[in-house]
């Protein structure tokens, strides 16, 4: 079992930043993946961002250039660093690993992005 805690959200103006992370425990060594998704209100929750255990990262489209995943293995760590925010980033963000088990959720943080 894999234990997901989100830290970081909040809210922001258009054109700030926020820095979100997920701290991982339990079995972590079956964990070879691990994402940012978010789901705004009425809408498909959808995949922000995704680092694998050998460091490859992939993006959604609507956030390239402007957010940035990274992980700290020594802390079983995964961050999302988020720049240039805009409104439509608005959404609850979870953390999601991948193991070839089982896949865990975080409980998500609320990022609300307005003047």
């Known amino acids: 079992h894999v234990q997901l805690v989100e830290s970081g959200g909040g809210l922001v103006q258009p054109g700030g930043s926020l820095r979100l992370s997920c701290a991982a425990s339990g079995s972590i060594f079956s964990i070879y993946a691990m994402g940012w998704y978010r789901q705004a209100p009425g809408k498909q929750r959808e995949l922000v961002a995704a680092?694998?255990?050998?460091?490859?990262?992939n993006y959604a489209d609507s956030v390239k250039g402007r957010f940035t995943i990274s992980r700290d293995n020594a802390k079983n760590t995964v961050h999302l660093q988020m720049n240039s925010l805009k409104p439509e980033d608005t959404a609850v963000y979870y953390c999601k690993s991948f193991s070839k088990t089982e896949d865990y959720w975080g409980q998500g943080t609320q990022v609300t992005v307005s003047s």
């Open positions: 680092i694998t255990s050998g460091g490859s990262r």
